[in-house]
C-alpha cells in the first residue's frame, strides 16, 4: 500500500534506536531544492533500497547519511548524534561507523589490491602506521580473509588496475569489511557492470549485510533487485519520499507512479 511522505513501513523492530535519522532535511543548490523534506528512520540491521528516476535525489540523500553533504534545512542524526551539532573530530568518529561503496569503485588503481582494502582501516590508524603499511603491510591475515570472503582470494598482491570491474567492486566490498562499519551505504553499486556481475556483487552486498548483522542503504536503478535483495523500498521523486514501504507490499502502481514521465 503506498504511503505518505515520512511514514515508516510497518514490520520493523520499534524498540531498536535508528542508526540513521532525517527530520525534515532538504538539500538546496541555489534555488533549486535536489531534497525537500525528507524524514526516513532506519533500524539497526534493516536492509533498505533507495528507487526513483534519474535526479530523484538518491545520491544527495546517502551523502546526507554519510555526513559529507549537510542539509540545508532539517537535521540528521546518526547513532543518536545530530550530525550539526558535532564538531571536527567527532563528526569524523562518526562518519567511520558509516562504510560507502561507490558505483566507480573509488579504489586507487595502481595500488595492489591489499593496499586498496587496507585503506577500509585508515579511520582508525595512525598516519605513521598508515604509511609503514604501504610498505610492509598489516593486518594481512584480516584482509586476506576478507577477499576470501568476496572470492578474490588469490589476488591480494595484484595491482588493482588489472582486475575486471566486477572484481574491483569485490575490492571496494573487502575494503568496507575490514572497515567493519555500523552500517554500510551503496551509491548504485552495480550500476558500471554487467548484469551477470551485477547480480552476483548485489547478491555478495546482501549476503554480507546478512552474515554481519550490518544495515544496508542502497541506490538501486534495477527495480526488481529493489524488491529481491532488500527489506524495504523508499522511492524517490523529484527530491521527495513517494513511499516507504515493505518490499512485500510494493505495487506494479507504485512503481509506474515513481518513474512516471510527466508531460511537458
Ligand atoms: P540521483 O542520485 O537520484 O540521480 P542526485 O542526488 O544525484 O540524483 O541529484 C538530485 C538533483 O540534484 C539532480 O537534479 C542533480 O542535477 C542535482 N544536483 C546534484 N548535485 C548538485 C550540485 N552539486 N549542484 C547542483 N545541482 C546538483
Redesign the pocket.
Known sequence: MKQPAGVQAEGRTPSASPQIELRGAG?R??D?W??KDVSLSVSPGERVA?V????????????LMNGTAAPSEGSVELFGRDLGSLGPAELRRTQARIGTIHQQFDLVGPLRVIHNVNAGRLAGWSTLRAIRSLVLPLEVASTRQALTRVGLAGKLYERTDRLSGGERQRVALARVMVQDPAAILA??PISSLDPVRGEEVMGLLRDLSAELGRTLVT?LHVFEYALSHCDRVVG?RA?RILFDSPSAEVTPEMSRELYRIDPQ
Open positions: 538539500v543548490y541555489g533549486f535536489a531534497l533507495l526513483g528516476p534519474s535526479g530523484a535525489g538518491k545520491s544527495t540523500l546517502l551523502s551509491d548504485e541506490s524517490l527530491g
